[in-house]
């Protein structure tokens, strides 16, 4: 279980998350939490702050009931995997080479026959085992996050924190991404832009607006048009397709995007 108990967090004199109405936040165990808002809305600040990437100025975050402030660097990494944007490194390398480091974090308690078995899992997790021996610089963009994952399973962390994972994937990967992170960890936080995806895979959502939560819930209730029509200003219809939401979106009448202008 993650738990945050009123964190605000800011830099400066700027406050870029909770403010005055702090973040109170419970993801459970065996659950994946989206975190969906627009740009600018404290999405990725949230969840770095979930694994002490980002510092606070008020509340504390815990991990299974232990405060992050009293744990180790070491202690955190051993719980808690983080996916980022643009996870995979950019050094000279493997994708076999790249998900060993995250195996070797817990190779502690791991013979190194065993951690090479647990890259080659990870990759297959991924779909990616053919791509073992291919260096990562040869490898695409969404090639090279599905990598990141990967190195996220072989950590053998219980909880997975993964921000915008679907960038630079196609359609089908996307899916498959997702799925995996359910295979992969017990408890899940996800940053996400695309709403249908949330909708999807998310067990619950909570909507980010100016650093402040202003709905939280399962995808039903959150992704409504009473919701969203004033975070992100646009038209929202929702479809339920065999239980499943379908989200269709439309510009306000009133955008700068539908004005003509004269020649």
Known sequence: MIRARAITVGVGDRVLLGGDRPIDL?????EVLGIV????????TLLRALFRAMPLRAGRVEIDGDDLAR?????????IAFVGQHSASDQAGTAA?????????????????DVDRRVLEALALVDLVDA?????????GGERQRVALARAAAQGADHVLLDEPTNHLDIRHRLDLLGAVRRIARTAVVVLHDLDLAARFCDRVILLDDGLIVAAG??????????LEPVYRVRTTVHHDGGRLRL????????????????
């Open 26 to 30: 419970t993801v459970h165990d065996g």
């Open 71 to 79: 744990l180790r660097r070491r202690e955190i990494s051993a719980r």
């Open 248 to 263: 269709a979106f439309d510009p306000l009448s009133d955008s700068p995007l539908l004005e003509r202008t004269t020649p």
């Open 97 to 113: 080479d790249e998900v060993r480091l995250g195996a070797d974090a817990r190779r502690g308690t791991h013979a190194r026959g």
């Open 132 to 140: 073992a021996p291919v260096a990562l610089t040869s490898l695409s």
């Open 37 to 44: 808002g627009p740009n600018g809305s404290g999405k990725s």
């Open 218 to 227: 399962t995808a039903a209730e959150v992704l409504t048009p009473a919701q």
